[in-house]
């Protein structure tokens, strides 16, 4: 029961994302008028990444969180902190962040890593936060010069 419930969670979160993106109508606007706590979580979660503060990021996460990626989908602090050992590392190129929307628990983040560069990274990571932890996210990560000759 437990795996259709978060299931359904993350459908809902994927959905409502789709429809905050629709109507969000520019690049970089927030949809709330003062910052929210979905806001500030995900601000925070992000300078956390650019510090490369492993703690940091994982006390942004909820203790059942999902994450899913195109590797497949993560839940819960230990396997969290297994994924991002390997991705939080000192010396890394910091995300640049490109756009941001918020509309109520959602959050969507459009970023570059590398730009100009030949390893540059395009992403988005899509957030649903619950009580002032990330509940779950959904992160698109592409390589703009691996895809172009396609």
């Known amino acids: 029961m437990k795996y259709h419930q978060t299931f359904g969670n993350v459908m809902r979160c994927a959905v409502t994302s789709f429809f905050v993106l629709i109507g969000a109508?520019?690049?970089?606007?927030a949809l709330a008028d003062t910052p929210s706590d979905?806001?500030?979580v995900i601000t925070h979660h992000m300078q956390m990444?650019?510090?490369t503060n492993l703690q940091g990021v994982l006390d942004d996460y909820a203790s059942d969180a999902v994450v899913i990626t195109a590797m497949g989908l993560t839940q819960g602090a230990a396997a969290l902190r297994q994924m991002f050992t390997r991705v939080i590392r000192p010396g890394r190129a910091p995300l640049i962040i490109q756009r941001r929307f918020y509309k109520g628990d959602i959050g969507y983040v459009g970023w570059v890593q590398n730009a100009g560069k030949s390893d540059e990274l395009h992403g988005s990571d899509t957030f649903?936060?619950?009580d002032g932890k990330i509940a779950t996210q959904i992160v698109i990560i592409v390589n703009?010069?691996?895809t172009a000759g396609r």
Not at 25 to 29: L, P, R, S, T, W
Request: glycine share 18%; net charge positive.
């Open 25 to 29: 109508g520019g690049a970089g606007v």
């Open 144 to 146: 703009r010069r691996a």
């Open 128 to 130: 649903q936060v619950r």
């Open 49 to 51: 990444i650019n510090d």
């Open 38 to 40: 979905t806001q500030q």
